[in-house]
């Protein structure tokens, strides 16, 4: 290695001081929480361990096509060498995975979700990865919402796993009796159109043009992106929420006229389960809502008659050259440091990330592929809109704090606020100055 200059030696000793506050937070959590099996090891049992998180691939039959195909293509490398997937719920994961992979056995490999990530690539808990980078199928593809979570001082340490973004699903039906011919290409034709569908539906009570819970971030925070916006920035090791700069005042203004404009009053303090977004659009009390590709499904349970009235469209932007930017949810998956098996490790992520295997992941299950290109032909509707759409993103501050907002529920108090009536300079000053002691709480330990 070569001589460090001066900022190489800061980044790592606020990186140990990240190791020392990470490993110092789980221990009583760890023993309160009671998901899946124990991730111990030993280094000569020959068994890949690897934790998966319910609800994804690894919690699906299509793991054991990538176990089957691990054992035939590296058998001969690895003999006698066993799989064993352990399934993990999402509640109080990041705390386990930490504690997991600061033990001296950890689990080989971890599936996290992407803003869990950046507590695991600052850690110091996950195998550098930067040389492997090229070996994985369609990586220059990569989705930025997951690559760069998995990133800390231009190292990866962990890859992409699966994807997911939201599109607006829209009643066709509704659409056409109110003389709506196609979906809107820019902001103001879809506010324009919210106006047209709630007249032609004036006989229905509380229905919204567009359903819009004033608790849904994902949806509020793209308004600010596509104003030029960001959520912080980052000098250094330092980040600093920007709320209040003139790009997201905009954007936030913008978000909640649309928000107001389009969805009933109330629907400005809640979230999208309280009341169900879904009922309310199988119930024709919505004509558009703003979906994860698996509602569609969700919806038809409630009403299969709708089958043949369903569409889908990407968010439009301010203008009709760009759709608004979206955020990309999803996991990645990465190896423990300590990992006795990190090459056999390494070859069992190469083929879940393959793009035969991410197929099977958008047919099977309707997630997104860690890549638009590995997008497969016959795949819902919903889904290929998503593709398009994530290729206009940006991700959240790549910072382990990101996940303590997350976990507050912070964004959503925030853009309920909004929503409303709260006066958006103040609001945005509260909130800059409380996300920016929560995205360096851990590295000023």
Request: with cysteine; net charge positive; glycine share 10%.
């Amino acid at each position: 290695m070569g001589k460090a200059d001066g900022s190489t030696r800061v980044r790592g000793a606020r990186r140990s001081r990240w190791q020392c506050a990470l490993a110092a937070l789980p221990v009583m959590a760890l023993a309160l929480t009671g998901c899946g099996g124990s991730g111990q090891q030993s280094d000569s049992d020959n068994r890949l361990t690897v934790w998966m998180m319910t609800g994804g691939p690894g919690d699906s039959p299509l793991i054991k096509d990538v176990t089957a195909e691990f054992k035939k293509k590296y058998g001969k490398k690895y003999p006698g060498m066993k799989v064993d997937v352990q399934i993990q719920q999402w509640d109080g994961v990041a705390t386990k995975i930490t504690t997991a992979l600061a033990a001296g056995n950890p689990p080989d490999i971890v599936e996290m979700g992407n803003t869990q990530t950046p507590l695991q690539t600052y850690s110091g808990g996950l195998a550098d990865l930067t040389a492997d980078k090229k070996s994985f199928e369609g990586s220059d593809g990569w989705l930025p919402g997951l690559t760069i979570p998995s990133t800390y001082d231009g190292k990866l340490y962990a890859v992409p796993l699966y994807g997911g973004t939201k599109v607006v699903m829209y009643n066709k039906k509704m659409f056409a009796d109110a003389g709506i011919a196609q979906p809107p290409k820019t902001m103001d034709e879809l506010q324009k159109d919210c106006g047209k569908l709630a007249k032609a539906n004036a006989h229905t009570a509380d229905f919204s043009g567009f359903y819009l819970p004033g608790q849904y971030w994902f949806n509020g925070m793209p308004f600010m992106f596509a104003k030029g916006g960001t959520v912080a920035t980052r000098k250094g090791d330092t980040w600093q929420a920007r709320l209040s700069a003139p790009q997201n005042q905009a954007g936030l203004k913008a978000w909640r006229t649309f928000q107001n404009t389009c969805s009933t009053r109330s629907s400005r303090g809640v979230n999208t389960d309280s009341p169900d977004q879904d009922q309310l659009f199988a119930d024709g009390k919505a004509a558009m809502e703003y979906v994860k590709a698996w509602e569609p499904a969700t919806v038809l349970e409630k009403n299969p008659k709708l089958e043949d009235d369903i569409g889908f469209f990407a968010l439009p932007g301010f203008t009709a050259q760009l759709t608004m930017p979206v955020i990309v949810s999803g996991s990645t998956i990465g190896i423990a440091a300590n990992s006795p098996d990190r090459k056999a490790a390494t070859d069992w992520l190469r083929i879940i990330t393959s793009e035969h295997v991410q197929q099977k992941v958008a047919r099977q299950l309707n997630l997104l592929p860690i890549s638009p290109d590995f997008t497969p032909a016959g795949v819902p509707r919903q889904l290929t809109v998503a593709a398009q759409a994530s290729k206009v993103s940006q991700p959240l501050p790549n910072s382990p704090g990101e996940a303590t907002l997350e976990t507050e529920r912070y964004n959503e108090q925030f853009f309920a606020k909004i929503a409303g009536g709260a006066d958006i300079a103040q609001a945005s000053a509260a909130y800059d100055k409380h996300a920016t002691k929560a995205l360096n709480a851990l590295g000023d330990k």
